[in-house]
């Protein structure tokens, strides 16, 4: 069963979450691609069972001005 991450950033342009698939290269089961992420950068989130529930929880995000899904979902 594929689970599902976001990544919440707030530095490189627009604060925005990105849905992924956990077995994406980018995520990687939500540690990314280069083995973590910066907290001063943004966070990963999940891991959620559902597309529908990481849906829900990337649009309950504080502040968030773009919601995607990456192009693996």
């Not at 698939?21 to 939500?30: I, N, Q």
């Not at 990481?54 to 968030?64: D, F, H, I, K, T």
């Amino acid at each position: 069963m594929e689970n599902f991450h976001i990544y919440e950033n707030w530095q490189a342009g627009p604060h925005k979450a990105v849905i992924h698939k956990s077995s994406c290269g980018h995520c990687k089961d939500g540690h990314g691609s280069a083995g973590g992420s910066h907290p001063k950068h943004g966070r990963w989130l999940g891991p959620y069972p559902t597309l529908d529930v990481a849906e829900g929880v990337s649009a309950r995000l504080p502040r968030v001005v773009v919601r995607i899904k990456h192009r693996c979902v």
